[in-house]
């Protein structure tokens, strides 16, 4: 297996993050979608946490299952709320037992969706990363915010605390977010605050007009007017928003790749149309 790190080293990379399905029909789908994502090549993949634990078991089957099986390594996120320090030290054993090398750590949200503070024994994302970095020899990513984090008191804040989890960790991910200027404003100021670690753009392809609005608005990420009103014009029919969801990250993947960015990290929902079309519009195979 490889450390996710040793792949951003090489060159940029092109990756795609996946959920564990629920139900029977949910993991029909993914096993579908996984075929045509096995054809994209990705550079890796990520297996997202459900809130307070609820995913556990079926992300850890999940992530152990892709790397004996999927031809790039898989990435396991893990949250911090809703698990004491001896669970979390369980599930990091348990991984690096499995011969999972690589784990993305995060603070996560209550599990009903609010803003009070999480329940969970380590406070911050910071603490799983060196919980997991004392345990094994992890790659460890977390999660970057580029329009700072909604509970964050300031940006200039949100900032210095992404710069200190960065400078323990081996990279980051950041949230979506429609604008490159807000990803290219945070990595200046991590370049000023001295980190340079690679931190990957994550693209949300827009599938529907109402699920867009509600994760923007918990996620803490700004949808531009023009976007609105693009959505607006098509929002009738579910086909036009995929294909103008489809246009729109790739407007936006482009102009981060023209710009330098290391790579790409695409939220697919188990979705395989959306991730697809993306990567063959931009060509963006790694071999
Ligand atoms: P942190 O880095 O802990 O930051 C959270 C807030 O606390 C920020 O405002 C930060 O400024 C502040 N902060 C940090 N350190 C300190 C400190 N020492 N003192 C005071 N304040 C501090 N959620 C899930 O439940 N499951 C998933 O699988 C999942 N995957 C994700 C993947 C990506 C790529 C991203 C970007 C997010 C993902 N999330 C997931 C969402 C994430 O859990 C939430 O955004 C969460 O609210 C914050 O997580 P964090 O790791 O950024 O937290």
């Not at 915010?145 to 989890?165: I, W, Y």
Request: aromatic share 6%; net charge negative; hydrophobic share 40%.
């Amino acid at each position: 297996m490889t450390q996710i790190d040793k792949i951003i080293g090489k060159g940029r990379s092109f990756s795609i993050e996946m959920f564990a399905p629920k139900t029977p029909e949910a993991e029909d789908r993914l096993v579908e979608a996984l075929g045509e994502f096995q054809k994209l090549r990705p550079s890796f993949v990520s297996i997202t946490y459900g809130a307070g634990g609820s995913t556990r078991d079926r992300t850890h089957s999940l992530v152990v299952d892709l790397n004996q099986n999927f031809p790039a390594p898989a990435m396991a996120h893990l949250v911090c709320s809703g698990h004491t320090r001896d669970e979390l030290t369980e599930i990091l054993t348990k991984y690096r037992d499995c011969g999972v090398e690589n784990i993305l750590a995060l603070r996560g949200d209550p599990p009903v969706a609010g803003r009070q503070a999480h329940q969970g024994e380590l406070d911050w994302a910071i603490d799983l990363v060196e919980l997991a970095k004392e345990l094994g020899e992890f790659c460890v990513a977390v999660a970057a915010h580029p329009e700072g984090h909604p509970e964050s008191t300031s940006l200039d804040q949100d900032r210095r605390d992404l710069a200190a989890k960065l400078a323990v960790a081996d990279f980051g991910i950041t949230q979506f977010f429609f604008k490159a200027s807000y990803y290219w404003d945070m990595v200046e100021t991590l370049g000023s605050l001295g980190v340079s670690k690679p931190v990957i753009p994550g693209i949300m392809p827009i599938t529907s007009y109402g699920s867009i609005q509600k994760m923007a608005e918990l996620s803490g990420a700004k949808i531009p007017p023009e976007i609105i009103s693009r959505l607006e014009r098509c929002k009738e029919r579910e086909q036009d928003v995929v294909e103008l969801g489809i246009e729109i990250a790739c407007e936006l993947s482009q102009e981060l790749l023209d710009q330098g960015a290391p790579g790409l990290h695409i939220f697919t929902m188990n979705l395989a149309r959306s991730t697809r079309e993306i990567f063959e519009r931009l060509g963006l195979f790694t071999t």
